[in-house]
């Protein structure tokens, strides 16, 4: 199946459109095997943290790309959290159909030159940017927790800036290992009737199911979600090696923890489309 823009896949998506993050290839094909159980599309993300682990952005892109196309699902493939402008221009080149430039570290108006500078150059050559003005909580001291994007503020960037979507600040935080976030789902609500663009979560991994679906009710489309994955992929390769310590194929537990991360790609699909 050719590529899907990410633009078509949100737009075409009555409900919620998951978005979860690659580390290494069996995160590709998992996440791609939990989408087509279910028969929806589904959005690779490749960070800029994933790129430093690979050492370069094209390795992972390429496999991503390749996974992509094999799909039997629309699959978009996605740049997320990218800072360095250099790399936006690598994953277009490669042939990323997305990506998230974020310049929220930036003083508020350098935030908005940036991505307004950015998100030009990507829509001459037909690519959707995801961008952030405010500061979702637990990413490296950068995001304040307890932040909270206010409805004014968000449609003057998405004015100013020009980009396909936003990620907004409502109550989750990144890297969260427990499922205790409280949105404020409200804001959600009031952000979703002012802002013209699709609204983006980020730090999704530590919302509980119930609360997940209705801030899709309310208004998130594209749910970002990284380390609920990586703990059952990480919990799957530990309960395999702790019950057979002869092992020495890493394909036996790698293939654990792939299909712990496709079950749970499935299950979440299913909160965020039921």
Request: net charge negative.
């Amino acid at each position: 199946m050719p590529l899907a823009p990410i633009g078509d896949i949100v737009s075409r998506s009555p409900a919620g459109v998951g978005a979860f993050n690659v580390i290494q290839l069996e995160h590709a094909t998992a996440i791609v095997a939990g989408a087509e159980a279910l028969g929806l599309p589904v959005v690779l993300q490749i960070s800029e943290n994933c790129v430093r682990y690979h050492g370069a952005l094209e390795p992972i892109a390429l496999a991503s790309l390749a996974v992509a196309r094999k799909a039997d699902v629309p699959v978009a493939v996605h740049l997320d959290h990218a800072t360095d402008r250099a790399l936006v221009e690598e994953a277009v080149r490669l042939g990323l159909g997305s990506v998230m430039y974020d310049a929220s570290a930036l003083p508020d108006e350098a935030n908005v030159v940036s991505t307004a500078e950015v998100a030009a150059w990507c829509h001459e050559r037909g690519v959707w940017v995801e961008a952030e003005l405010g500061e979702v909580g637990g990413k490296d001291g950068v995001h304040a927790p307890g932040a909270r994007t206010k409805p004014h503020e968000a449609v003057d960037y998405v004015a100013r800036t020009g980009v396909d979507a936003l990620a907004v600040a409502v109550g989750t935080s990144h890297a969260m290992t427990t499922k205790d976030a409280v949105l404020d789902l409200d804001l959600i609500a009031e952000l979703r009737a002012a802002v013209p663009v699709p609204l983006v979560l980020h730090g999704s991994s530590g919302v509980p199911d119930d609360v997940l679906r209705e801030a899709v009710r309310q208004g998130m489309k594209k749910i970002n979600i990284a380390t609920h994955l990586n703990k059952a992929f990480t919990g799957a390769v530990r309960d395999y090696l702790v019950h057979d310590e002869r092992v020495v194929d890493s394909r036996k537990y790698l293939k654990a923890g792939r299909d712990a991360v496709a079950r749970e790609v499935s299950h979440l699909l299913g909160v965020l489309t039921g």
